[in-house]
C-alpha cells in the first residue's frame, strides 16, 4: 500500500505566478489535511478536506490560498499571486473513514506526505 | 495555540532509554495525547498515542500520569535514526476536530 504521495516535491515559482501542489492520499483514505511549515518553525494546520467538501479552513489565509479535494483525483492546494512570505514546506496527510465508535491503533492516526518545497524567486 | 510544553532539545546516548517529557497542564477530559516525529524535514510520522492508561506499541512507550497534566515518551534502545524533532499534541476525541497542533517540539539528539 504506497503512502501519501505528494507532487512536486521542489517547486520554484517567481513573485505573482501561481503554484499547484498536488496530494494523493493513501488508499482507502477519504479525509485530507494540508500543513504549512515556514522555515525553522513547526508545523501549522492549514485546511482538512473530505470529498468534495471543506470541513475546516480555519488555517488558511484569507486571500489568494485554496484548496479542494474532487471526488476523482488528488488534492490540490493552490496558492496564487505567490510571495516570498509563501516559501515554505507544505505537507499533506490522509486519514481513513472514521470508525464507528473509540477505537486503538491507527484510528484518527494522520499519515504524512513527504512534503512539497515551495521557493518564491 | 499549542497546549503542550516541551523542552525544546535534548541529547541521548545511542543504545540508552530516551526520555522525553510533555507537559499539558490544561488538559481535557476528552483529549488525548499523540506523539508524533518529524526526521530532518520529512513529514511528521505517527508514533504513539494515549488517553490516561500507560501505552506501548513496536516504537516506543508512553507513560501519563495519574492526573493526566504530563507524560513521557519513552524509546527504549535509542538509535542514530531516532535523531528527530519529537511533538506532543493534545487532541480532542471528537469527530470532525481532526486537525493537529503542533508546538515547538523537542529536538533529540542521538549521541554515538
Known amino acids: 500500500n504506497a503512502g501519501v504521495m505528494q507532487n512536486p516535491r521542489h517547486l520554484v515559482r517567481r513573485r505573482g505566478q501561481e503554484a499547484r501542489l498536488r496530494c494523493s492520499p493513501m488508499k482507502g483514505h477519504s479525509h485530507v489535511y494540508w500543513y504549512r511549515q515556514l522555515p525553522e518553525e513547526g508545523l501549522k494546520f492549514m485546511v482538512y478536506?473530505?470529498?468534495?467538501?471543506?470541513?475546516?479552513e480555519s488555517g488558511m489565509p484569507k486571500e489568494r490560498f485554496s484548496a479542494e479535494f474532487p471526488k476523482e483525483g488528488p488534492s490540490i492546494l493552490r496558492i496564487q499571486q505567490v510571495v516570498r512570505g509563501d516559501s515554505a514546506a507544505y505537507f499533506c496527510?490522509?486519514?481513513?473513514?472514521?470508525?464507528?465508535?473509540?477505537?486503538?491503533?491507527?484510528?484518527?492516526?494522520?499519515?504524512f506526505g513527504p512534503g512539497t518545497r515551495l521557493t518564491v524567486l | 495555540d499549542a497546549k503542550t510544553t516541551q523542552p525544546p532539545s535534548m541529547d541521548c546516548a545511542e543504545g540508552r532509554a530516551a526520555n522525553l517529557p510533555c507537559n499539558h497542564s490544561?488538559?481535557?477530559?476528552?483529549?488525548?495525547v499523540y506523539w508524533y516525529r518529524q526526521i530532518h524535514s520529512q513529514g511528521p510520522q505517527y508514533i504513539i498515542h494515549g488517553l490516561k492508561n500507560n501505552e506501548t506499541n513496536e516504537m516506543a512507550s508512553l507513560i501519563i500520569t495519574e492526573d493526566r497534566k504530563s507524560s513521557t515518551l519513552i524509546l527504549p534502545h535509542a538509535t542514530l535514526r531516532d535523531t528527530a524533532v519529537y511533538y506532543c499534541i493534545v487532541r480532542p476525541y471528537n469527530f470532525g476536530n481532526e486537525k493537529l497542533t503542533f508546538g515547538t517540539g523537542t529536538r533529540l539528539t542521538i549521541i554515538p
Open positions: 496527510a490522509s486519514s481513513p473513514p472514521v470508525a464507528g465508535g473509540a477505537g486503538r491503533g491507527s484510528y484518527n492516526e494522520q499519515f
Open positions: 490544561t488538559i481535557s477530559g476528552n483529549e488525548y
Open positions: 478536506l473530505q470529498k468534495e467538501n471543506i470541513i475546516d
